[in-house]
């Protein structure tokens, strides 16, 4: 980030030798080191802020803050950008008008469908917009043996990742059983992050006991997935950062609030996970946590710590999280410590937002490679059918604002031939996954309760987190017709009833984002959406709640490409108990 040159300069700036090259006069700086709020200036030279006192009065160009708090940049902490199916670009204009100038990110759900390729396309398409923008090296592709992924990362491709400019760490260990069991692959990632010195992000839903021990005692520094304060009060007293979890999917921070304490709080951290494109234009981002966070009656400094300072230092990142001599010039001009209304955002040292509108064009970069994805085999109607010998099977049931599901044995109604059909009366729907990236032909079936759907099919190929082709539906028909939709498009999400394609919404680029503005996107979705709602489509997010069926490390009951897992045992089962 520095030369000689640059460096001599700001501290030449710093010293009143020279003007700064912009200075930010007579906002209130919160700092986060000392807790104190207190009205004075900010010089900043190049990217970089050189001086903050009411002894800098001038600059080459001076930006009244007055009346204003001025904050650091907003971190998240831990996000899968896939999730938002937006481009770099149009992410970044979705989130700096929150004041989120730096995300950490793992590109694993890109890296399933292209590899290193994938995680490349992220961090070239990401070099010149205003958003830092860090990944961590994905470490579980495929997140398990249990599924069929478009590409494999082996550690000696992490050892070349963790080398690669803005890779910052070793992305979360999904595999717990990998790592409690001693697998040789998964110690050789972490041990590589280990011996490069990066923090190793953590994945260890409802782990405890000696087990969890045994996970952290490896190297491993945090975690995300806890739905319970006394989860996270255990992960917390044995050493792991706290990553509170607030996104679309899943919603954590009211159970957890209570681990947050004055001497906790240095050590936890607020991260979205999953955030989807309407909801930024609706909530925001990291900025929506924040109030929410100050709504249940959190400190506004505590809640500003946890999304700045915290995860930067848990992430070794001395550059960001402050407003401080040596700090990237990442500063958000906000109205009050409460609602933390966004006016203005500064980013390396350039207004990129005004009076809470975006002030930059960000440039668009999308490979065509990352539009050839999509290679499906023997993909029929007669393929979509449930035979079975007996009259029980297992049903995935879903939870309403979770990601976990329950696994539960029931009796079903038979046809001559032993094909078991959906029953929408009774809330039974089919469910599929088809492998889509090396033309296998493997399809895994099963049933599911609690999604609603009352007639047709939702299909998508956004299938966490090899991302297969997923598919819901009342009928086989539709559910077939839904597919097909979905490998001509090259992915998507498509919503089919009674045989007609009622919406769909395309992501090309790998099958997981949209070339589409933030706008046209959340439009689109939003047709789509109240069409699938017509149908009966119960939770919130229905896209979002089909893509977590496929994801194989999460309990209880979860469905890949090879079949029904269950998770708490992490292997295949049958449709029959």
């Known amino acids: 980030m520095h030369n000689i040159d640059t460096l001599r300069h700001q501290i030449e700036m710093a010293r009143e030798i020279r003007l700064p090259d912009l200075l930010l006069r007579g906002g209130k700086v919160v700092n986060v080191f000392s807790g104190e709020t207190y009205q004075t200036n900010v010089a900043i030279c190049n990217n970089m802020i050189a001086g903050v006192g009411d002894y800098y009065q001038d600059g080459i160009e001076i930006f009244d803050v007055e009346g204003l708090y001025l904050i650091p ?16 670009a149009e992410y970044a204009r979705a989130v700096l008008p929150h004041g989120t100038t ?28 205003p958003l830092n923008l860090f990944v961590t090296a994905s470490s579980c592709v495929p997140a398990t043996h249990l599924e069929t992924s478009g590409a494999t990362i082996s550690p ?22 990998g790592v409690l069991r ?41 975690d995300h997935e806890s739905t319970s304060k006394e989860e996270a009060l255990e ?20 159970e957890l609030l209570p681990v947050v304490t004055p001497a906790t709080y240095s050590r936890c951290m607020f991260v ?35 999304a700045t300072i915290n995860p930067a230092r848990a992430f070794m990142r001395k550059d960001i999280g402050a407003i401080a001599p040596g700090y ?115 399809i895994g079936l099963g049933f599911v309760r609690g999604f609603g759907l009352k007639r047709g099919a939702l299909s998508s190929s956004v299938a966490h987190d090899s991302h297969n082709v997923i598919v819901i539906g009342t009928n086989d028909k539709d559910m077939y017709l839904a597919a097909m939709k979905i490998i001509e498009m090259g992915g998507g999400h498509v919503v089919v009833s009674e045989g007609e394609v009622l919406g769909s919404l395309p992501l090309p680029i790998a099958g997981l984002l949209s070339d ?4 046209e996107l959340v439009s689109e979705e939003k047709r789509l959406l109240d069409v699938a709602r017509e149908l009966g489509a119960r939770p919130l997010s229905p896209f979002i709640k089909l893509s977590f069926m496929a994801l194989p490390v999460i309990p209880e009951l979860k469905i890949t490409d090879k079949g029904l897992i269950d998770v708490n045992r992490f292997e295949i089962v049958g449709i029959e108990p």
Not at 235 to 254: P, V
Not at 330 to 343: C, P, Q, T, Y
Not at 516 to 519: G, I, N
């Open 73 to 88: 940049g907003l971190i998240d902490a831990h996000v899968h950008i896939e999730s938002s199916m937006l481009s770099p």
């Open 516 to 519: 589409k503005s933030l706008e």
């Open 328 to 442: 990237r010039a990442d500063i958000v001009a906000v109205g009050d410590l409460g609602e933390f209304k966004v006016h203005s955002v500064f980013k390396d040292g350039r207004l990129v937002v005004r009076e809470g509108e975006i002030v930059f064009n960000p440039p668009h970069r999308i490979d065509d490679s990352t539009r050839k994805t999509m290679r499906v085999k023997d993909l029929s109607l007669d393929r979509l059918k449930i035979r079975i010998s007996g009259n029980k099977v297992r049903i995935m049931e879903l939870i309403a604002g979770q990601l976990y599901t329950k696994q539960i044995i029931e009796g079903v109604s038979i046809e001559e031939d032993g094909e078991v059909k959906a029953d929408p009366s009774s809330d039974l729907l089919k469910i599929a996954v088809i492998e889509r990236h090396h033309a296998t032909g493997n």
């Open 102 to 129: 730096t995300i950490i990110c793992d590109p694993h759900e890109i890296a399933n469908v292209m590899g290193l390729e994938g995680i490349r396309y992220i961090l070239e398409s990401s070099k010149d917009i």
């Open 156 to 177: 000696a491709e992490i050892e070349e990742l963790l080398q690669w400019d803005r890779v910052i760490g070793l992305a979360e260990m999904m595999n717990v059983p």
């Open 272 to 306: 979205s996970d999953d955030r989807h494109p309407r909801d930024f234009l609706q909530e925001g981002h990291m900025d929506h946590i924040l109030r929410k966070g100050v709504r249940l009656g959190m400190d506004p400094f505590v809640v500003l710590c946890m």
């Open 182 to 222: 001693g697998s040789n692959i998964e110690l050789e990632k972490i041990l590589i992050a280990r011996k490069m010195g990066q923090p190793i992000d953590g994945h260890s839903p409802s782990l405890s006991g000696k087990d969890l021990n045994a996970y952290i005692g490896s190297g491993i520094c945090s």
């Open 235 to 254: 992960k917390l007293r044995l050493g792991m950062y706290m990553m509170i979890r607030e996104g679309s999917a899943a919603r954590n921070l009211e």
